[in-house]
């Protein structure tokens, strides 16, 4: 029972993070098959924007763990 606890409490957070990158993948490969090019480079760009805030996001969170002295996972 306590996998089964471990397992649904990070499967939503997953889920909640690959959507966003689910939804803009999709829209730009649906924009690009409708040859606009111009809004395709917009959801490109906002895609590497969303993956350099959850890096950011990481590295931060990180660094806050170490300084609390929590072990960081490997």
Excluded at 9 to 27: D, F, R, T, Y
Excluded at 35 to 42: G, I, S, V
Aim: proline share 4%; no cysteine; aromatic share 12%.
């Amino acid at each position: 029972l306590d996998e089964a606890d471990n397992l649904y409490g990070w499967i939503l957070p997953v889920l909640k993070l690959l959507s966003v990158s689910m939804v803009l993948h999709g829209l730009y490969d649906t924009l690009l098959k409708r040859d606009m090019e111009f809004p395709a480079l917009l959801v490109a760009a906002a895609s590497f924007g969303w993956f350099f805030w959850l890096h950011d996001r990481t590295m931060k969170e990180e660094a806050r763990d170490e300084e609390a002295g929590a072990p960081v996972a490997a």
